[in-house]
């Protein structure tokens, strides 16, 4: 079966801080795919991230960084010098092929991160 | 860009009455669209997934009858909620991508559906 797990509910941290949101992932297929989405207030979910099984390199844009190690079947996020505009719903997706043979997402349960002025 | 719109925002309708929710893929051709119901401070459910031109796959416990997904374009999905009833009340998003594989799913900015 595949499984994402978002184990921190709820993060708040104060302006400028660091922030890590973790994702654990369970899969028994030798490639998928690996997403972060943001959900702020409006609703709309922002693409982030994408990473496939076979790169295992971390990734930096701006603030924000990623973590994946499959040792761990973890795929963590990092905010760095966390700003208000931060705030929001972050889902952790693991794209693997169903039993039907699509492909469909499955979303962690999401974690709520307040930045705090 | 992957720029993906659904139209209304929001919708209130009596009880019994039919909705008609329209997700756009504005930029891009999205050979597959999927609809997801999101619960409040919950995750996303996948409802069904519909590639352009065939009949959609509707995810267990969804009930086909009740939530009509047509696919008839390329940049065109629509998801009917017929004979709404108040626990048809929800947050309703949409999501397109390029190819029916492995690739990244863009989402629309979702509708809000109040059934009284």
């Known amino acids: 079966a595949q499984k994402v797990t978002q184990a921190q509910t709820e993060i708040s941290v104060v302006e400028k801080e660091d922030v890590t949101l973790d994702c654990v992932y369970e899969t028994r297929d030798t490639t998928y795919y690996l997403f972060w989405y943001k959900q702020p207030p409006s609703g709309e979910l922002v693409f982030l991230i994408r990473r496939n099984s076979f790169d295992e390199q971390n990734e930096i844009s701006g603030r924000y960084s990623w973590n994946f190690q499959k040792s761990t079947s973890s795929f963590n996020f990092t905010i760095t010098a966390s700003q208000v505009v931060d705030s929001a719903v972050y889902f952790c997706?693991?794209?693997?092929?169903?039993?039907?043979?699509?492909?469909?997402?499955?979303f962690g349960t999401g974690t709520r991160l307040k930045v705090l002025a | 860009g992957a720029v993906v719109s659904q139209h209304p925002s929001r919708v209130i309708c009596k009880s019994g009455t039919s909705v008609k929710i329209e997700c756009r893929s504005l930029?891009?051709?999205?050979?597959?669209m999927f609809w997801y119901r999101q619960f409040p401070k919950k995750s996303l459910m996948l409802m069904a997934t519909s590639n352009e031109g065939s009949k959609a796959t509707y995810e267990q416990g969804v009930e086909k009858d009740k939530f009509l997904i047509n696919h008839a374009s390329l940049t065109l999905s629509t998801l009917t909620v017929t004979s709404a009833h108040p626990e048809d009340s929800s947050f309703y998003i949409c999501s397109a991508s390029r190819g029916r594989g492995s690739e990244t799913q863009y989402f629309g900015p979702g509708t809000r559906l109040l059934v009284l």
């Open positions: 997706a693991l794209s693997g092929r169903s039993t039907s043979g699509t492909y469909k997402y499955i």
């Open positions: 930029d891009f051709q999205a050979t597959t």
